[in-house]
């Protein structure tokens, strides 16, 4: 497995087409009720943006795509909606897996997995084993997934398998980044939230560093390939240092 150093610790390539795009997808339920609908109408609409997006990022040459679909304080939802999204969830892995597998996505689910019932287990599992060998984009869901979470499991998953590192040594980036939950992709270039939140909400707290963030009051069932366009379009325009100056850059250019 590919592992990447932390941008705090090397300087990533930078390209005009963002490498890894994070997306927290908001505003299924206002965007619902703006319709006068339920508000699941609006989690069912959401699944059909997630199809354009990757469609669209494989149309652009985006290698990771990564979406925030159930953080793990959205346990605290009615618990209605949360038995709904859990069904829809299962539904859509059974279902998408097929078509994921056809256009060469590799499907990868971060986060706890023991909260979930046994059969979303499994259907996690199959689609996970079914698409494996394919190397085109890079799918991740975040399921059941907190950046906090993340930070604390890989610590503890460190002083695991090095006690050493718990009585002798400080514990530094090289040695935590493996254990993290997305050691296999590169930090997302680019993040972007729909819905009009302004935050990143507990959401690759340690992998968003030095990430470009973009907010959007567009709902994400309503935000298309034209959306994304604009997303990247700001990305472009963004002056990425990374602790360095402007000078540097130009220097550096020449």
């Not at 190397?135 to 050493?164: E, F, H, M, S, V």
């Not at 990143?200 to 340690?206: A, C, G, Q, R, V």
Request: glycine share 6%.
């Amino acid at each position: 497995m590919a592992l990447f150093q932390s941008s705090t610790s090397a300087v990533p390539a930078v390209a005009s087409v963002p490498r890894h795009v994070a997306m927290i997808m908001d505003g299924n339920g206002r965007w619902a009720k703006k319709r006068f609908l339920p508000r699941v109408a609006g989690h069912k609409q959401g699944v059909e943006t997630i199809r354009e997006m990757v469609k669209a990022c494989l149309d652009l040459g985006v290698e990771y795509l990564t979406l925030f679909a159930f953080s793990s304080e959205n346990w605290r939802r009615p618990p209605d909606e949360v038995s709904f999204l859990m069904g829809l969830f299962i539904a859509a892995l059974e279902r998408e897996v097929v078509k994921l597998d056809e256009k060469n996505v590799r499907l990868r689910l971060i986060g706890r997995r023991d909260r979930f019932a046994p059969e979303i287990v499994r259907a996690i599992e199959t689609a996970e084993a079914r698409t494996q060998g394919n190397q085109g984009l890079t799918l991740t869901i975040a399921a059941d997934y907190g950046g906090r979470w993340d930070i604390l499991q890989a610590t503890r998953a460190l002083l695991r398998d090095r006690p050493d590192f718990a009585a002798e040594q400080e514990i530094d980036e090289e040695a935590l980044t493996p254990y993290l939950a997305m050691a296999y992709a590169p930090e997302p270039d680019l993040f972007i939230r729909t819905g009009g939140e302004a935050r990143i909400s507990n959401f690759l707290l340690w992998q968003l560093a030095y990430t470009e963030l973009y907010f959007t009051d567009v709902f994400w069932p309503d935000f298309d390939r034209g959306q994304l366009d604009l997303a990247i379009a700001s990305y472009r325009q963004r002056e990425r240092r990374f602790g360095r100056t402007s000078e540097q850059l130009k220097d550096a250019a020449c």
